[in-house]
């Protein structure tokens, strides 16, 4: 999605053991438990890659709701993206841009597993997108995210959070092949779920040039096929 910058269309309990375990360890001095936890970190993050891989198998259907920002030199531009997909692997989306003040018009996009639609709103019905259209699209799926981060070769557990009784993690991602307004991701999941909360991009000096935040996930929610109906003229 070059709107968005090229993105494109995105919780452990320790057993009796491992507690013991732990507990041996700290009577064995600071140096035995810098260690131990370094390789828990690393032991945590592969483990979370593998649970996003079984949650990925396991996804049918979903809706999301998030916002993404691209902060830049003058006024920020914001995207407001609403997506559905079916189990069918139909997709709806409907994306609002937002530059200061000014809100343009919903742009709603139909892809029925081979095309893509876009609504036009003068006409009031959905036409087949060309190719030039196509590659200027938002095309940010969930899967996207989560694969984002279960092929990332590079992968650390930075910490555990808490707020207002939930547990996230923070994830620091290296992608495959950066790029220079993408050298590393800042990744919040939802422990129990592992469910993006917040996804933070930077660049090679290390300033902020995109953050998304989700505002809802639904997963294998039951959706109406009247969202993904398209009526074009062709």
Do not use: C
């Not at 320790?14 to 375990?21: E, K, Q, W």
């Not at 139909?110 to 019905?125: K, M, P, R, T």
């Not at 930075?158 to 939930?166: D, F, T, W, Y």
């Not at 039951?222 to 398209?230: G, R």
Request: hydrophobic share 40%; no cysteine; charged share 20%.
């Amino acid at each position: 999605m070059s709107s968005l910058r090229g993105g494109r269309f995105y919780t452990f309990r320790l057993p009796l053991l491992l507690i013991a375990a732990l507990l041996f360890l700290f009577g064995l001095g600071l140096g035995g438990w810098h260690y131990y936890s370094t390789r828990m970190a690393l032991t945590s993050a592969e483990r979370i890659q593998q649970r996003l891989h079984e949650n990925l198998q396991a996804l049918d259907s979903y809706y999301a709701r998030f916002k993404t920002t691209l902060p830049g030199e003058g006024e920020e531009a914001s995207y407001l993206v609403e997506l559905w997909k079916s189990d069918s692997g139909l997709y709806r989306m409907e994306m609002t841009r937002t530059i200061g003040e000014d809100q343009a018009e919903v742009q709603v996009v139909v892809f029925d597993g081979s095309e893509a639609y876009i609504y036009n709103h003068e006409l009031g019905q959905f036409f087949s997108v060309n190719d030039l259209e196509s590659s200027r699209l938002p095309y940010l799926v969930l899967e996207d995210y989560w694969l984002n981060i279960a092929q990332s070769p590079q992968i650390s557990l930075v910490a555990e959070q808490s707020s207002r009784g939930r547990t996230y993690y923070l994830i620091e991602i290296i992608p495959d092949k950066p790029r220079r307004d993408r050298v590393r991701e800042l990744v919040w999941l939802e422990a129990k779920s592992l469910l993006p909360v917040r996804i933070e991009v930077y660049d090679l000096n290390d300033s902020l040039t995109q953050l998304t935040t989700f505002e809802m996930l639904q997963i294998n929610p039951v959706l109406e096929a009247t969202l993904f109906q398209i009526v074009s003229d062709t």
